[in-house]
């Protein structure tokens, strides 16, 4: 056998570089995926989570979901505080869960699974990816448990409502789940991504007009009088704003912005993020 044989061999015995990122990729997917599925305390969250907000605090505040115009008392928004917040309740559990599926990060870079992967043929753009994708299905599904609910929230849906919140979901889902890599390759410990990380949610959604309606075309004078300044000027530029008003779009055919917004935002921030965080992975 020839030495110019012998080289024919060893090459047709290599996969192509494409096929290994594309199985490295796929194997890093789906361990993200395997894993979380597994967790039953965060299963256990993404259940209890929606039937907290949509069937009792839902419940709860419908009836003071009103304003009063001219002595008659009506619907603030031409629907219950139950629908209105529906929409809002599948971008928590997706928030939650993106960003808690983060912490494997710091998970793997303290037991070393994360130095025995970087050491492999994959680049560190794919094995980001893998990561972030697995982060952002696990949370997508969450999401999917809201939706569940939607009969209880007397949400009717079709399939083409479904197929549109998917879409809105799935970029929502990578760019929190970026922002969450993002977290964890500044804080180290378990217990500081804990802390900080609900320091980031819990503002984002408690000023992305989540629980209340913002609408500048229909009641702009009235929450400029109700709410402080300073708290309309948050809501209106917090970028999940406009995420949670697609999403109603979608789900509830109800948008106080433009809904092209909302698309766009997302798919911005999930371009920055990543690259940030990707700007971060390859430090490490």
């Not at 505040?61 to 008392?73: H, I, Q, S, T």
């Not at 977290?183 to 802390?195: C, D, E, K, L």
């Not at 400029?224 to 697609?246: F, G, K, M, S």
Request: with cysteine; aromatic share 12%; glycine share 8%.
């Amino acid at each position: 056998m020839t030495s110019g044989e012998t080289t024919d061999i060893e090459s047709s015995g290599r996969q192509p570089a494409f096929l290994i990122e594309l199985g490295g990729l796929y194997g890093l997917w789906l361990r993200e995926v395997k894993r979380s599925m597994r967790d039953r305390g965060q299963l256990i969250g993404g259940i209890s989570r929606p039937i907290l907000w949509v069937l009792i605090l839902g419940i709860g505040l419908n009836p003071y979901f009103r304003g009063e115009v001219y002595g008659e008392v009506s619907f603030v928004v031409p629907f219950t505080y139950l629908q209105f917040i529906f929409p809002a309740v599948v971008a928590l559990n997706i928030m939650y869960t993106s960003v808690q599926s983060a912490v494997s990060v710091i998970w793997d870079r303290e037991f070393g699974f994360l130095r025995e992967v970087l050491v492999s043929p994959m680049s560190r753009g794919s094995v980001l990816l893998g990561k972030v994708l697995g982060g952002a299905t696990v949370a997508v599904i969450h999401g999917c448990l809201v939706l569940l609910l939607a009969r209880f929230a007397d949400v009717p849906l079709t399939w083409l409502d479904v197929l549109k919140a998917l879409g809105l979901m799935a970029m929502l889902a990578f760019a929190l789940t970026s922002l969450g890599v993002v977290i964890a390759n500044r804080v180290r410990s378990f217990a500081g991504f804990g802390v900080f990380s609900n320091a980031v949610i819990l503002p984002l959604y408690f000023t992305s007009s989540s629980i209340f309606p913002l609408d500048p075309a229909l009641t702009q004078a009235q929450t400029r009088v109700v709410y402080p300044e300073w708290l309309v000027t948050l809501v209106q530029y917090n970028p999940l704003t406009y995420a949670v008003d697609a999403l109603r779009g979608a789900l509830i055919d109800y948008n106080q912005f433009d809904p092209r917004l909302g698309i766009a935002i997302m798919l911005i921030a999930g371009v920055v993020l990543f690259a940030i965080a990707l700007f971060d992975f390859r430090k490490t």
